[in-house]
């Protein structure tokens, strides 16, 4: 373990983003960017929307044809959505019109059909509130978006309405960053595959899956997930091989300064690897390093140290391999409902319940780094500084908030 002082959370992040960089960016159909970020900024060519359409069933008229009411008008042109007709509304007519079919030139408001006797040759317009505008249930063409607007720009992770607006927008081919490929993987000679029941001395490899899942939900794509025994020949090979196919590999276990720590030991012969200790718990032993030139990080062992160290360093790697301009959860002010203790010299991070509506955060008192299921049901990290006089309930704490995807 390395000596001297500990490195703050802020440090490590630093040297864990480092010089990452995205891919470069790919052209890629539309409907296969979500969640990927855009390279490009990416305008719209024709207005939105298209034409100026109707808001309403109803008929299409000039409102100086309707002032004085009952008023009764000849229909002599039915207006279905889609319809391709350019048509002029002739003055003294209404035409009959569907939501989001184009409005005739020369008609200024569309009377809804509840208004009407709802005639379909001919039509009544029985009453209508008092002051009406122009433009009445008229949506003009360019009325969302102008042509030219910005739809994304780089950086931008492609949502739901995102990727709706640039379909609405025809744009069929966007350049985006490639989802980073991920290597996940776990150490230790205790750990079985799900599947075979356990001997003596044996776990399951749960954080291989749980940092398979918080891979995917950072934008990355787990491109490996392997189990390494603490060999190290094996080791060596194995990561050397994966680190030509991948472009981030994260381990868990094997860090700690106990005999058996497989991942230190393949660095002393692969590539570059920095361990040091971070000042928060849980998460003290972390470490980065490259093989081949693909960036590693080092996560601890027991589930909790690996899901928070995660949170904290890994999602804002893969992120920011992702090409994605926000890296960072974002955090929150809010109030403990329990009473939370502080180390002296150590940041602690606490799986925590964030209501957000109330303003208020709930945890267990129930913490140690290898009670995983304290984090089940959890959306929220609160962030316990160092040496803090009591925190009581109700005092305000710092909430980081976990990206759901
Ligand atoms: P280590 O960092 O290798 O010293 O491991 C610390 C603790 O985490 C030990 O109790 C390990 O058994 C446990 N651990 C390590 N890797 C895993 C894993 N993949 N899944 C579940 N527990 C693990
Ligand atoms: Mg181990």
Do not use: C
Request: glycine share 10%; aromatic share 4%.
């Amino acid at each position: 373990m390395a000596q001297g002082p500990m490195r703050s959370v802020h440090e490590h992040l630093e040297a864990v983003l480092g010089d990452l960089s995205p891919r470069a960016p790919e052209l890629t159909a539309v409907d296969e960017t979500i969640g990927l970020a855009v390279a490009e900024r990416v305008v719209n060519d024709f207005p939105l929307p298209p034409f100026t359409s109707s808001a309403m069933d109803g008929y299409a008229v000039r409102l100086s044809d309707v002032e004085v009411l009952p008023a009764t008008l000849p229909v002599p042109v039915d207006l279905p959505a889609g319809s391709a007709l350019a048509v002029r509304l002739v003055p003294g007519t209404a035409h009959r019109i569907m939501t989001g079919a184009t409005v005739p030139e020369g008609a200024d408001a569309v009377i809804p059909v509840e208004w009407t006797d709802a005639g379909a040759h001919r039509v009544v317009i029985e009453h209508m509130p008092a002051a009406i505008a122009p433009g009445l249930n008229i949506r003009p063409q360019g009325d969302d978006l102008p042509t030219g607007e910005q739809l994304a720009d780089v950086g931008d992770v492609v949502d739901a309405p995102r990727l709706a607006l640039m379909i609405s927008a025809g744009i069929s081919r966007v350049a985006a960053y490639p989802a980073p490929r991920v290597a996940v993987v776990s150490t230790g000679d205790e750990l079985y595959p799900l599947g075979k029941p356990l001997p003596p001395g044996g776990i399951y490899d749960s954080n291989g899956y749980l940092i398979a899942a918080l891979v995917a939900q950072s934008g990355g794509r787990v491109a490996r997930r392997v189990r390494l025994a603490d060999d190290q020949q094996v080791a060596t090979e194995l990561l050397q091989s994966i680190a030509s196919e991948v472009d981030l590999i994260v381990t868990t276990g094997g860090v700690s300064a106990g005999a058996y720590e497989v991942i230190r030991d393949v660095f002393a012969k692969l590539g570059t690897a920095e361990f040091t200790s971070v000042a928060m718990q849980p998460g003290k032993p972390q470490g980065l390093g490259t093989i081949g030139g693909t960036p590693v990080i080092t996560l601890p062992g027991n589930p909790l140290s690996a899901m928070v160290s995660f949170h904290l360093f890994v999602g804002p790697a893969i992120r920011t391999l992702g090409g994605q301009r926000e890296v960072m959860p974002a955090r929150a002010r809010l109030s403990t409902t329990v009473e939370l203790d502080s180390r002296p010299d150590r940041v602690r991070y606490l799986p925590a319940v964030a209501d957000l509506l109330r303003r208020t955060v709930s945890t267990t008192a129930r913490h140690g780094s290898h009670r995983s299921s304290v984090a089940v049901g959890t959306n929220s990290l609160i962030e316990v500084p160092t040496a803090q006089a009591q925190l009581v309930a109700g005092t305000e704490v710092e909430v980081v908030l976990i990206p759901a995807r």
